[in-house]
């Protein structure tokens, strides 16, 4: 878990940000279910590192494509909500199923002025983060972990383990039967 700091938004980001939204609504989002190869485009060209093979679905949001890795063959699911105020990576064959949430940004509820506080997010490669789960900020889902569906983690969950509800507790190890 990485330490949360203190963030503030440029105007430019904000005008970068705006400009995204209004491609998102009218070049991304209304596109065919397979038409992945266009909206990885799309997302290269406002400073996402994606890799071959990826798949990002169209109801998926992501708030800034440049704080954005995808490496070869992740996906992001349906209704995915990627808030990457902070960086948010996901390694190779990570999947990160419908309606789940990545949430890169928080405030300090301590302090009178409830500052955004950032941290970056790592899914690791063969990782699946299964339906309806939420990743708070400075999470590492290890290499090989599932999150189970609705689960809640705030955590690192280790390598090879599959974690389940709120808080995600580990379930199990992962093993690969092949």
Aim: proline share 4%.
């Amino acid at each position: 878990m990485r330490v949360l700091q203190d963030a503030k938004l440029t105007r430019t980001n904000v005008a970068a940000r705006a400009l995204w939204s209004l491609v998102w609504i009218l070049l991304f989002r209304p596109t065919p279910r397979l038409l992945h190869a266009w909206r990885v485009l799309l997302l290269r060209a406002f400073g996402a590192r994606i890799g071959h093979r990826v798949r990002v679905y169209q109801s998926a949001r992501i708030w800034a494509p440049w704080n954005l890795t995808m490496e070869d063959d992740s996906c992001l699911g349906d209704e995915v909500d990627c808030y990457n105020v902070a960086h948010i990576h996901l390694e190779q064959r990570a999947v990160v199923s419908q309606y789940t949430f990545l949430c890169s940004a928080t405030h300090d509820y301590t302090r009178r002025a409830n500052p955004l506080q950032i941290a970056p997010l790592r899914v690791g490669a063969d990782a699946w983060v299964t339906a309806r789960a939420f990743i708070g900020p400075g999470v590492t889902i290890g290499v090989g972990a599932v999150v189970g569906a609705g689960s809640v983690v705030t955590r690192d969950v280790e390598p090879w383990t599959v974690v389940a509800g709120n808080p995600a507790r580990v379930v199990k190890h992962r093993t690969i039967k092949d």
